[in-house]
């Protein structure tokens, strides 16, 4: 039997990044931004002492590390060709600027599942808890998800 349980952050928790896909070919390589919302699905063969996937408590530095990343920040491809100028933004206190390997719906989800992987290994809870799935929403039309 596997066990399920979920956790999301909503758009109302404030996830608000501006970023830009600078290959698009359409208004998408412009700034612009949402207040994302994260869906996490966590899996386990067996249940913790408590009858638990999870604990959802202890999933509090997790989610100090998604706002880390995504709350009030202006999200930059490491390999954007404005890259020096987003940064100036940074340099004069206009943006906090983040430097991640992709931007994009499809990428934040992936960068979501490395950084939950990496926590439940680093705070013990793997190999019994896995991650199963990662959904991010930009809004109500637009969302990825990554599967594991």
């Known amino acids: 039997m596997t ?15 501006c970023f830009r896909q600078w290959r698009a070919e ?14 996490l699905e966590f899996e386990a063969d067996e249940l913790d002492a408590h009858g638990w996937v999870i604990d ?6 997790l989610r100090a590390r998604l706002e880390a990343t995504f709350d009030h920040a202006l999200l930059v491809a490491y ?3 404005e890259l020096p100028l987003l ?4 340099e004069r206190g206009v943006a906090r600027v983040v ?20 926590w439940l290994r ?5 190999p019994r808890v896995r991650l199963a799935e990662v959904h991010v929403r930009e809004h109500g039309a637009n969302s990825a998800k990554v599967i594991l």
């Open 3 to 17: 066990y399920r349980s979920t956790k999301t952050y909503g758009h109302d928790i404030g996830l608000s990044a």
């Open 26 to 39: 359409s208004h998408c390589a412009q700034l612009h931004g949402y207040a994302l919302a994260v869906h």
């Open 56 to 61: 959802f408590g202890a999933l509090k530095p």
């Open 79 to 81: 390999d954007d060709p």
């Open 87 to 90: 940064r100036a933004l940074s």
């Open 99 to 118: 430097v991640v390997p992709r931007t994009g719906c499809e990428a934040f989800a992936e960068q979501v599942a490395d950084m939950a992987t990496h």
């Open 122 to 126: 680093e705070n013990g809870h793997g």
